[in-house]
DNA sequence: CGATTGACGTACG
DNA sequence: TCGTACGCCAATC
């Protein structure tokens, strides 16, 4: 079974990959969007390829914090992909985010775009 | 191998 | 302002 893993694991070029590194880049107690990301990387209109990659996000390592990215709307919309609902919100405000209804609060203000604080 | 789905976003009416 | 349609690419059925 190690074979197919491995394969994927010794490519470490994938688009993937890079979305797993712009997450990892944001600070603790701030998000980004999924929209973010795709732009960031030149993939604005593939944005969901990014919430694939978060799919496959799990036991990557180091950890992705995936629950620090939302959609456009501030909506936890991955919370559902969590081992928990509750366990991307208990993330945030664990991080200082606070996180209303599956909402991130001040979402403007704690968003955390990728393209302009690595100003590329 | 073809059709459908999906942690989104933008465009159009 | 709200609702619907489309694009994008990979994985799954």
């Known amino acids: 079974m190690s074979d197919k893993v491995k394969i994927q694991d010794d490519k470490l070029s994938s688009f993937f990959e890079q979305v797993y590194a712009v997450v990892r880049l944001i600070p603790k107690g701030r998000v980004t969007s ?5 732009k960031y990387l030149g993939t604005a209109k593939s944005s969901r390829m990014v919430g694939w990659a978060m799919n496959s996000s799990h036991g990557q390592t180091p950890d992705v914090p995936a629950h620090r990215v939302v959609n456009r709307n501030g909506l936890l919309s991955g919370k ?11 993330l945030l405000k664990k991080e200082g985010v606070k ?12 968003f955390w775009d990728p393209a302009l604080e690595l100003e590329l």
């Open 34 to 38: 999924y929209g973010a990301i795709a």
């Open 80 to 90: 559902n992909h969590f081992g928990s609902p509750d366990a991307m919100e208990k």
């Open 99 to 110: 996180v209303k209804n599956d909402q991130v609060q001040d979402f403007k203000k704690l």
